[in-house]
C-alpha cells in the first residue's frame, strides 16, 4: 500500500514563496512518477507539475501556468518530492495534492487517470 503525505501548504502574501512536500510510502519509490496537482474553488483540478520515474530519466514536467514559477525537485533516498513555489499569485490559491503512479505513457503524464495514489492536500492560500 502506497500513502503519501503532504505538508507545507498556508498563508503567503502575493509575490511570496512557499514550498510544499509529499513523502510517500513504500519500497519502490523509483518507479513511481509523482505530481502535484491543484484544485481552486469552483473549478476542476489541474495539474501542476510530475516528476518522472526512471522511466522518464527523472525528468520534470510543468503546467505552462507554473513554469518559471515553480520548481518541483525529487530526492529518491527520502521518498520525498518537493514544489518550491516563487512568485505567487492569487490565482495559485488552492487545495495542492501530490500524486502517484507507476504506469502511464508521457502523453498523459498530466492526467489525473494516470496516478493511483492521491494525498489528503494541503491547503495554499495567497492574499494580502
Known amino acids: 500500500q502506497v500513502q503519501l503525505e503532504e505538508s507545507g501548504g498556508g498563508l503567503v502574501q502575493p509575490g511570496g514563496s512557499l514550498t510544499l512536500s509529499c513523502v510517500v510510502s513504500g519500497r519502490t519509490f523509483r518507479t513511481y512518477t509523482v505530481a502535484w496537482f491543484r484544485q481552486a474553488p469552483g473549478k476542476e483540478r489541474e495539474f501542476v507539475s510530475a516528476?518522472?520515474?526512471?522511466?522518464?530519466?527523472?525528468?520534470?514536467y510543468y503546467a505552462d501556468s507554473v513554469k518559471g514559477r515553480f520548481t518541483a525537485s525529487r530526492e529518491n533516498a527520502a521518498n520525498t518530492v518537493t514544489l518550491q513555489m516563487n512568485s505567487l499569485t492569487p490565482e495559485d490559491t488552492a487545495v495542492y495534492y501530490c500524486a502517484a503512479g507507476e504506469t502511464m505513457i508521457l502523453s498523459s503524464i498530466a492526467s489525473e487517470r494516470s496516478y493511483n495514489y492521491w494525498g489528503q492536500g494541503t491547503q495554499v492560500t495567497v492574499s494580502s
Open positions: 516528476s518522472g520515474s526512471s522511466r522518464f530519466g527523472g525528468r520534470t
